[in-house]
Structures are given as C-alpha cells and as structure tokens.
C-alpha cells in the first residue's frame, strides 16, 4: 500500500512537487511549468486538467525559491500617499489590472507623504524583492527615496507628480487644465479668480500655479496674490483658507479649487459664509469624482485620465524592467473639462 501511495501521489505530509502535478494531470512538467508562470499560451482544456491537479495534490508554487532562479518575483511595488483619495485609488486599481493581465502581483504601501516614510516603505519593498516600483514621491529637496532608488538599480516609474527626468513619468499636463478652468470662468465674466492650491512643495501644485497665473496674465485679468493661497493638505485646512479668501476686502467673484479635496473643503466655507453657488460665487475644481454629481448644484470639474495613467505607468514600468537601460521617457495625458452648473456670471 505504501508503494502505491508515493506512485499514485505525494505522501501525506509531504510537500507536493510540479511532478506530482504533471502526473495527477497526465501532462509534462514543462506544461505544468507554463500554466503556473504564465509564460506560454496553453490550450484552455490543458489549463483545466492542470489547475484541477493543483488542487488536488496541494502544490503551492515557492515563488521566493524561483525568484532566486530567475532573478524575478513577478511582482510590483506600488508607494502612493493617501491610498483612500479616490484619484490615487483609481490609478492603482489601473494600475493592478494591467498588472494581473501580465501575471504579475502588486504590492501596495501608503507613503503618508512623509519622506522618512517613503523611504523606509522602499526600501522594504526592495527587500521583499519587486522587479519594479510605481511611486509618487513626496517633496524632498534632498531626493533620499529617488537616490536610494537609483543606487540599488530597481526600475522605477513616477506617476502623478513629474519631479525628475531621470525616471520613466506618467501624469497630465497640468498647466493646460488650469487654463482651460481660468478661460472657462473668464467667459462669464470673472476677473478675480481665487485659486486654492495644495501643497507649495509638490511638483503638481507648481505646475498649477504656473497654468493659473499665465492664463491671467494671457487674458487681463487680476493677477493679484491675495487670491491664491497654498498648503492645503486637508479638507478643514481649505476650508480655513478659503474663509480668508471669501474676508478679503476685494473677494474673488470665483474659486479654483486645486484637486478633489480642495473642492470639498471650499464648498463647506462657501456654504458657512451663507453664500450660494453660483448666484454668490462660482466654483471649478481639478479632479472629477463620483459623488461629484450629488452636490447641489453640480459641479464644474477637470477630469484626469486615472485609468490611463495607471495603465500607462504599469506598462512603461513593465517595459522598463524588461529592457533595463534606454531613455527615461515622460508621459503627459490630455484632461477634460466636465461642464456642469457650478459656474454663472458674477454679481
């Protein structure tokens, strides 16, 4: 009986092997080889024997031990601040799709927006050995995580925030949305456009400002710095800000809000001032979102290709790791205006 048993299958307690897989689905090794890392196309029916014998003998591929053979994990790390932003959780969701249909897993780690924390996230995904990195960095003028980043050779692709030409970049054109959102107030007759930024240090936010206030140059209009503000990390601290907007002695007539956030945070101060929107004052903001449709009324926003983005960051990501060397590419993506109700002539 015990004969038979380790011909027919593994012993109990023993780890089973891909032979013993082979064998259940009356296959080759190689075949079962290509099933389980997905590195040739096997006849659907094939795919069937071989995972039903899988289960049945309780072969668990070792992947770290493969890793060690190939030099591979088949994974991906992702480091994104603020994984519970509805942007950043689009891009991701992106991002692990492209990824699944490659056979790949994504590891995912909050950076919190903290340089000490990037770093430490990074360098633990390096540990766990990913093949490549999607980040978006936080501001740090001394570039810890991307020097680490380029020290160790780990391939590497920045979404969102376009910080440095020496790593493959996917984001939007950031400066054009903004003056679409300025051009778009400026034709019901706005000329003292209020512009509450995020974060002063974020390459984003740069970019935003300088989008802002060439289009206000471009068409005449108040380029005051009163009316915009920065730092803004959350919704209560909008809301604070743009109160001091709305106090000024001369207040803007309209409000840009700088990412989906701002928007909420602006929106409470608007309606704690007691004004209406947009008989008192009109509103755009960057960053479509779903729920953007419920507010009353509804709101004139930039949409930001997320999806694409993240495809667009997976598979440069995937190429980049295949190919080691060649130039650094960038990536800008086109934005939308989604016109809605938000916006009317000024009082």
Known sequence: MGKSSARNGPREGASSTIVDVARKAGVSVSTVSHVVNHTRRVLPETRKL?????????YRTNTLARALKTS??????IAISAISNPYFSYIICAIEAECARLGLIVLLSDTHDDPER???????????RVDGLIL???PDPAERTLRFIESVGLPCVLVDRLSCDRFDQVGVRNSEAMAMLVEHLASFGHRRIGFVAGQADFATTAERILGYRRALVELGLDDDPDLLVTGN?????????????LSLPRPPTALIAGNNMATIGAMRAIRAFGLSVPEDVSIVGIDDFEWADCFEPRLTLIAQPCEEIGRQAAALLIERIASGQGERRTIRLDCTLQQRESCGRPR
Not at 118 to 128: A, C, F, M, N
Not at 233 to 238: A, F, K, N
């Open 233 to 245: 990390p959350t919704t209560s601290r909008v809301t604070e800000t743009t109160k001091a907007l």
């Open 50 to 58: 071989v995972e039903d014998a899988i289960a049945v003998v309780g």
């Open 136 to 138: 978006a960095p936080a």
């Open 118 to 128: 990037e770093l430490s996230v990074v360098k633990d995904l390096h540990q766990r």
């Open 72 to 77: 591979t994990t088949r994974s991906v790390g």
